[in-house]
């Protein structure tokens, strides 16, 4: 019997007991001394806790007039998760969607699909959508996530700061600096499904910098069909990078990056057509300078290159290049705090064509460049105002325009009532203006050449408070008027238009509550509706199948539990509501995460996901989707 077979029987017979005798033994061995940094933060240092994605600045989280939410470095340890999309999950409001071995749909505010282009994502600043699709590839990013420092995911449009794509959300992953991560750490997992190591050093840069170093490889086993059938979708990736930090007086610089490669298994031949592999690869190099001033000004540059390659023989083939450089200028003026800024964006890339899809041209350089303003000021005690416009030009479509006002009252110190209204875009993507499905002459679908911005004007309306020392919690219902979303024309070949027009809204509600020091429980979710219609006087279609496949609402309820001395018991249920236009049903998980900390350096942890079912569907079509089994894996953490 092999190690997945023994594997697969623990989780069928075992896994269960296993925790229980693990809790028991446990609860014996060890002293009744608490370890204070379960949480790492309190309820009040969780309001205090500072956030950049909303103003660009450092602010406090209680003070920032946005639908919020920030996963800190110990919401990641205490769920056990090991891939950034399984982090993302730990936001309520978040639509996170697994699609096979390796792909997620990810979105938030609807309109989620495998190639979702409404939602940018962000790792230390650098932009990862693809300008292919104005989607993020999942099976290309990753980090080591025990030097994630937090993960900002803001709901709603950022444009004004972020540009283009920051329409229903902005997901900013923010890693700690060299100096927090010092010293020698190495894990390892290991389960039924997938299996990973990691390991990272970091030291000192003479007396005023540090460095970190890293490597980590994963192997992840293929899904299985609804049917029983294997998709061959397995897949396996390997990624090192570094990190250094050094400050000179008033100035500090950063130097980062990264390099992976990435391949899935064969997928075989269909009717005598070889679909072969997908594989992935990719090299980015990241660097920034930031000055403060004795008056409270401040200074930042920064710049980065992103190459990414990925070989699809049944899509695209994308060969692609970046260059980004920005900077931009916080100036105190009296009551006022205005920051202005702008940059340039240039890329280039190269895509061979697959089976069933082609580019035309194949290659094709696009430039982006910006200008942006924004000012926060105070109109009267507690109540302030936040004004600002960003331009952006881009190859497609011109000079665009992304205006924002806030408004914000601070009616104690521990509340703060907020509204907003944005205009936010979704600029053309290679795949809206040059896509062919399959090559000429043959096409079914074609790119449209008239393809123009996707527009939301986007109304929010929200509260966040805490009561006592112990409950903080959020409201923020909003209404997205949309206008040019993507369709397509009802005759063949279908051509890619801009003519369906509606309305969105909903509600997202989270709270956090702290029963005891070592007992946190934590709730959420997201109600969902839409209004979607064709034109008049148009023959669109593509309202069900692409943009309106959402599940009406999803809840979260989670604890975490410092059951006894450095151990933690920690429980999240989810349930997602069925999707609209799909056959996949609604579906309710329950992940569980069993951590001893044996000393200060080893610790140990049993993870398991999808406890109370067998399997469940999450996305797909009805011909390829696929299930998730329950899945287990034990891992082995060590710091020095």
């Not at 204070?36 to 240092?45: G, K, Q, R, Y």
Request: with cysteine; hydrophobic share 40%; net charge negative.
């Amino acid at each position: 019997m092999n190690a997945h077979s023994i594997t697969q029987r623990f989780v069928r017979n075992g896994g269960i007991l296993f925790i229980t005798y693990i809790s028991c033994f446990v609860c014996a061995a060890q002293s009744a001394n608490k370890n204070p940094d379960v949480f790492s933060l309190s309820i009040e240092e969780l309001m205090n806790a500072k956030v950049i994605s909303v103003s660009k600045q450092n602010q406090n989280l209680s003070d920032a007039a946005a639908s919020i939410y920030v996963i800190t470095q110990n919401d990641i340890r205490n769920s056990g998760a090991t891939t950034i999309p399984e982090v993302l999950r730990l936001a309520p409001h978040l639509q996170v969607a697994r699609i096979n071995s390796s792909q997620y749909a990810i979105s938030v505010r609807g309109f989620n699909s495998a190639a979702s282009n409404k939602l940018l994502v962000l790792i230390d600043g650098r932009t990862i959508y693809s300008p292919l699709f104005s989607g993020v590839f999942w099976d290309q990013q990753d980090v080591m996530l025990e030097d994630v420092d937090r993960i900002e995911v803001i709901s709603g449009p950022g444009g004004t700061l972020w540009g283009s794509n920051a329409v229903n959300g902005v997901i900013n992953i923010v890693t700690r600096r060299a100096a927090d991560s010092s010293g020698w750490f190495a894990a390892t997992h290991a389960g039924n499904f997938d299996r990973g190591i990691q390991a990272r050093y970091g030291g000192s840069l003479g007396n005023t910098g540090h460095f970190k170093i890293y490597g980590k490889a994963r192997d992840t086993d293929s899904s299985v069909r609804f049917n029983g059938a294997d998709p061959h979708d397995a897949f396996r990736n390997i990624q090192a990078g570094f990190r250094a930090d050094w400050s000179l007086g008033d100035d500090s610089f950063t130097l980062q990056g990264d390099s992976y490669d990435g391949e899935a298994e064969d997928r075989g031949s269909i009717q005598g057509i070889h679909l072969g592999k997908i594989s992935v690869s990719g090299t980015n190099l990241l660097t920034r300078w930031q000055r403060r001033y004795d008056d409270g000004s401040n200074l930042q540059l920064q710049a980065y290159w992103d190459y990414t390659k990925r070989q699809d023989a049944v899509l695209f083939q994308p060969q692609a290049d970046i260059f980004d450089i920005e900077f931009q200028h916080g100036i105190p003026l009296n009551k006022h705090r205005l920051l202005w800024g702008g940059g340039y964006r240039h890329g280039r890339d190269d895509v061979a064509s697959g089976l069933f899809s082609t580019f035309v041209p194949d290659s094709r350089t696009l430039e982006w460049a910006n200008l942006f303003i924004q000012d926060e000021f105070e109109i009267a005690h507690r109540v302030k105002a936040t004004l600002g416009m960003k331009l952006e030009h881009n190859d497609y479509t011109g000079l665009e325009y992304l205006p924002t006002a806030r408004l914000a009252w601070s009616h104690s110190e521990q509340s703060l009532l907020w509204s907003a209204i944005s205009r936010a875009i979704r600029a053309p993507s290679r795949y809206d203006r040059d896509v062919y499905f399959p090559a000429p002459p043959n096409s079914v679908v074609v790119g449209g050449p008239n393809f123009e911005s996707e527009v939301a004007n986007v109304f929010e309306l929200g509260y966040r408070g805490q009561l006592w020392d112990s409950l903080v919690y959020s409201a923020t219902t909003y209404y997205h008027d949309w206008d040019e979303l993507r369709s397509g024309t009802a005759t063949l070949p279908l051509e890619l238009e801009n003519n369906i027009e509606g309305k969105v809204y909903g509600v997202e509600l989270w709270a956090s509550y702290e029963i005891i020091p070592e007992w946190r429980v934590s709730t959420g979710g997201a109600r969902f509706n839409n209004k979607l219609r064709i034109k008049p006087g148009s023959n669109a279609v593509g309202i069900n199948d692409i943009l309106a496949n959402d599940p009406k609402y999803q809840i979260q309820l989670r604890s975490s539990w410092q059951m006894f001395s450095k151990t933690l018991l920690d429980i999240n249920l989810r349930h997602v509501a069925k999707l609209s236009h799909q056959p996949i049903p609604s579906y309710t998980a329950v992940d569980v995460n069993y951590i001893w900390q044996v000393d200060k350096q080893l610790e140990l942890s049993v993870t398991v996901q999808n406890l109370t079912d067998n399997s469940h569907q999450e996305f797909g079509r009805a011909v390829s989707v696929n299930e998730f089994q329950r899945m287990i894996w034990m891992a082995v953490t060590w710091k020095h």
